[in-house]
């Protein structure tokens, strides 16, 4: 099975530091939907690793989160494309729990519910969060210079980031990258 982890908020929608909290504020970054749509047509199943601490903050619920990702899933079919599950931490960052990136729990997840050994799974963020969690889980880590991310163009990298990185534009250029990635070695 071709799988491939994303983040959300940043990497697919645009992000907010107030919080995205309902779906009139969640809105697809430019060309996201249609590179996440190549990648099923590529053969890619996606689903989505994401922090949703506004759960734990009491900023929204369940129900409303459910809408956001209502939105997502119409958009996406309206490009030929579709996310196959949505993983997502509900816990606030003082509660302690194993799925909040950078924690591996969400990746573990996926992992249990797939059947798979995540070992050299493609999973993209736009955090160092989401960067030390696919590593942790041995997912092959890229990082995309949206969202949180577009404070590392035209800068170094942490140190503290692994030397495998991969670093892209955004999604469409990671959907690029990995689509001629396996092109190339057929």
Known sequence: ????????????????????KSPEEWAPLPGALEAIARLNHAGWHVVIASNQSGLGRGLFDVSTLN?????????????????????????????????????????????????????GVPAVGDTARDVLAS?????????????KGATYRGRSLPETFPKALRVHDDLAAFADFLIARETAAA
């Not at 099975?1 to 995205?20: C, H």
């Not at 996406?76 to 509660?95: K, Q, S």
């Not at 942790?136 to 890229?142: L, R």
């Open 135 to 147: 590593v942790a889980a041995g997912c092959e880590p890229h990082l995309v210079l949206t969202g």
């Open 1 to 20: 099975m071709k799988l491939v982890i994303l983040d959300r908020d940043g990497t697919i929608n645009l992000d907010s530091a107030d919080y995205v």
């Open 67 to 119: 809408a956001m990702h209502t939105k997502m899933h119409k958009l996406l079919a309206a490009v030929g494309g579709r996310i196959d599950a949505v993983f997502y931490c509900p816990h606030a960052p003082d509660e302690g729990c194993r799925c909040r990136k950078p924690e591996p729990g969400l990746f573990e997840q996926i992992g249990e519910r797939y059947g798979l050994d995540l070992a």
